[in-house]
């Protein structure tokens, strides 16, 4: 026996230039792969105290938890970035923006970034089977967004860790109940590791049946064409205009024009 991958026939193969190319031909391939951030213990648990008190801000800012659940919103945060810098950080991850470039191209921004705490036992609105580009029946030859889930936690099959359709971001509609069944595929990561998924990639949180909570933040990011789920330039107020990475990432330069002279004017300070 040899671990060598043996083939017949074969005159066309893929060639792995490094691990970022590995992982993004999995995403290609199946729909989805496990990244590793490199970030130390420390800096993931200052990431998880930070969910927590991100959460607990925007609760008080509603006018608290019963607003939250009304809105299907509790234990829930949106965009991050803006209320803890150590969220710009982690938008920042080298690996992650290596895997981004590699499958989107040089130039795409961040839809979104959202917190979620997954209580013990709690029934949420996660557990469903959906696309992260919902109510979208096509398919595309190329990734249109994709989304990195950063476990906070480690993601296990007892806290009820992420389950996928593998390939079903190339399948147009959602596929008979029994082929999900047979199919469906619960994957576990690492806490501090990263799940992306091509956004048209049918998945589903499980629920958490451990003793404690599940802490995660979801990343969404997009070819520049795909509006914003919160418009962050004018969450953020010209924070970053300046920074060169920061600045494409967070949509900088995308905002609509609100006449046609705006229009001209932006596109005379691009010439």
Not at 37 to 55: C, F, K, M, Y
Not at 129 to 147: E, G, I
């Amino acid at each position: 026996m040899t671990d060598q991958i043996l083939n017949f026939g074969v005159t066309e193969a893929s060639i792995a230039r490094d691990e970022t190319d590995g992982h993004a031909e999995e995403v290609r391939l199946s729909g989805f792969t496990v990244l590793d951030s490199g970030l130390s213990p420390v800096e993931v648990t200052h990431l998880r105290d930070g969910i927590e008190a991100v959460i607990a801000r925007q609760t008080e800012e509603v006018g608290g938890h019963d607003v939250m659940a009304r809105l299907d919103e509790a234990n829930t945060g949106r965009a991050m970035l803006a209320y803890d810098d150590r969220f710009i950080e982690l938008v920042r991850n080298g690996p992650l923006l290596a895997l981004m470039e590699r499958l989107l191209g040089r130039y795409f921004v961040l839809n979104q970034q959202n917190a979620i705490v997954v209580q013990p036992d709690d029934v949420h609105h996660q557990i469903r089977f959906h696309r992260d580009l919902p109510y979208q029946h096509f398919v595309s030859s190329r990734p249109l967004a994709l989304n990195a889930l950063f476990c906070a936690d480690p993601f296990t099959l007892d806290n009820g860790a992420t389950f996928v359709i593998p390939g079903s971001h190339k399948h147009e509609p959602f596929p008979d109940e029994a082929v999900v069944r047979r199919l469906q595929r619960q994957v576990t990561v690492p806490a501090g590791g990263f799940l992306v998924l091509d956004a048209m990639t049918y998945h589903r949180a499980g629920i958490n049946r451990s003793a404690h909570p599940r802490r995660a933040i979801n990343h969404v990011f997009t070819l520049p064409f795909i509006r914003q789920q919160i418009d962050l330039p004018a969450l953020l107020k010209g924070r970053y205009a300046d920074d060169p990475l920061l600045s494409r990432l967070f949509g900088y330069g995308l905002e609509v024009p609100v006449s046609v002279r705006d229009w001209r004017l932006a596109r005379l300070k691009r010439l």
